[in-house]
């Protein structure tokens, strides 16, 4: 099994430019969830979903959307990158029940200059 | 709400010495309690968990015990290495469909 794949790895944007993180997971787990790492700080959940066509907010929501079609996948999108958003994003999944461990990607190194 | 507070780091220690990191909990209900490892560059990964009172969690030496009556999880390893120098976070999970609860997280430095 792959687990959770997250591409890039690394993106450098200009303010005010949209793109999208992309998260795939193997597992057919249905929770998903997305996580930003700022230096020296812990992590703060942005966006989660509980399974296909439901989605809610985190923490820290604004600035980001989420959607999710399939099991599989759970893009995240930034609309207008502005340099705030300059942090490390994580994609996470996890199977059903409180015991279940949550599976993290590897991670996205995003910069907004 | 649920939350987790966990001992402020960094914390640095010579190899081979005791490491504990405090971990408590506020929970309404009886959540499954957790410790992830983030080691330099990567994502977390799970190094332990337990999911009812009294249950000790164990993995390449760390330890933790679920103790209901102070509502604390703390880690433990008798002799820490080089390479568990990472960032520790402790976590809990009250149901399958809401996010974990994660706390600051600890930095641990272990020097040769």
């Known amino acids: 099994n792959a687990g959770v794949t997250q591409t890039p790895k690394f993106q450098v944007l200009k303010t005010g430019q949209s793109m999208t993180l992309q998260c795939a997971q193997d597992?057919?787990?249905?929770?998903m969830s997305w996580y930003r790492q700022d230096p020296g700080m812990g992590l703060r959940l942005i966006h989660y979903?509980?399974?296909?066509?439901?989605?809610d907010q985190g923490e820290v929501p604004n600035g980001y959307n989420v959607s999710r079609s399939t099991t599989e996948d759970f893009p995240l999108r930034l609309l207008s990158a502005a340099p705030s958003q300059t942090s490390v994003y994580f994609c996470?999944?996890?199977?059903?029940?409180?015991?279940?461990?949550?599976?993290f990607g590897s991670g996205t190194q995003l910069s907004v200059l | 709400g649920d939350s987790v507070t966990q001992m402020e780091g960094p914390v640095t220690l010579s190899e081979e010495a005791f490491l504990t990191i405090n971990c408590t909990y506020t929970?309404?209900?009886?959540?499954?309690l957790f410790w992830y490892v983030q080691y330099p560059g990567e994502g977390l990964q799970l190094l332990l968990k337990?999911?009812?009172?009294?249950d000790k969690g164990s993995n390449k030496g760390f330890e933790a015990t679920y103790r209901k009556e102070t509502t604390s999880f703390h880690l433990e390893k008798g002799s820490v290495q080089v390479s568990d120098s990472a960032v520790y976070f402790c976590?809990?999970?009250?149901?399958?469909?809401?996010?974990?609860?994660f706390g600051k997280g600890t930095r641990l430095s272990v020097i040769a």
């Open positions: 996470a999944s996890r199977g059903r029940g409180r015991n279940e461990k949550l599976f």
């Open positions: 597992m057919n787990h249905e929770y």
């Open positions: 979903s509980v399974g296909a066509g439901i989605t």
């Open positions: 929970a309404t209900g009886y959540p499954s």
């Open positions: 337990a999911t009812k009172a009294d």
């Open positions: 976590a809990l999970s009250d149901s399958g469909n809401t996010p974990l609860v």
